[in-house]
């Protein structure tokens, strides 16, 4: 036997790994069906890797709505900040919308799991606060408050809707709603 302490294996990734593991078995299990146990599977670390980088299953599940919030959002955000114009944010929109830049089959599916959670877990709220504030303050360059509010509820009651509908709406159609909800007061 030697006397010579265990080095650790220096692995600067592994709090990444375990924040995408975490999305991974959140879509693959949802919320209620995610522990410790399958995130430290699906990450390929020990089970007490969690514990050393977050103090509790609720702080795994945050980190990874925040990322899930941000990667959601990214591409949605680029596109609306193109617009100079409030007629260039309409067809941004359009775009994030008929694009599904958002609303890939996996963030739809994480969203549902994120508002649920959020109900139950009100310290959550703060994570879908802050992705609405986002699309919001972009949608907010061209659009008064209430109508930023508005245009940011069509995104995803569109991008929800489309996922089930049999018959989805196209292109024309999400542009026909939207000119109508963006109408400049008289």
């Known amino acids: 036997m030697t006397d010579e302490p265990r080095r650790r294996r220096h692995d600067p990734d592994r709090r990444q790994r375990i924040i995408d593991a975490a ?3 959140i879509a693959q299990h949802g919320v209620t069906g995610t522990t410790h146990r399958k995130i430290a599977a ?3 670390v ?4 969690l514990t050393y980088h977050f103090d509790d299953l609720d702080a795994v599940l945050r980190a990874a709505f925040e990322q899930v919030a941000e990667v959601g959002s990214r591409a949605s955000l680029a596109r609306l900040a193109q617009a100079s114009t409030r007629d260039e944010a309409i ?3 359009v775009d994030v919308i008929a694009g599904n830049l958002w609303s890939t089959s996996q963030t739809l ?3 549902y799991e994120l508002y649920a959670y959020a ?3 009100p310290a959550m709220e703060a994570v879908m606060r802050d992705w609405m504030d986002q699309t919001r303050t972009a949608l907010g360059r061209h659009f008064d408050p209430l109508t930023a509010r508005a245009i940011d509820a069509l995104i995803e009651g569109i991008g929800i809707h489309n996922s089930v509908d049999a018959e989805p709406l196209d292109r024309e159609q999400i542009e026909q709603i939207l000119r ?3 109408m400049p007061p008289e």
Request: avoid cysteine.
């Open 180 to 182: 109508r909800v963006a």
């Open 23 to 25: 999305v991974e078995v």
């Open 119 to 121: 109900v139950r877990h």
């Open 46 to 49: 020990p089970l007490g890797s």
């Open 42 to 44: 699906e990450a390929g």
């Open 91 to 93: 067809t941004a929109t």
């Open 109 to 111: 599916l994480l969203s």
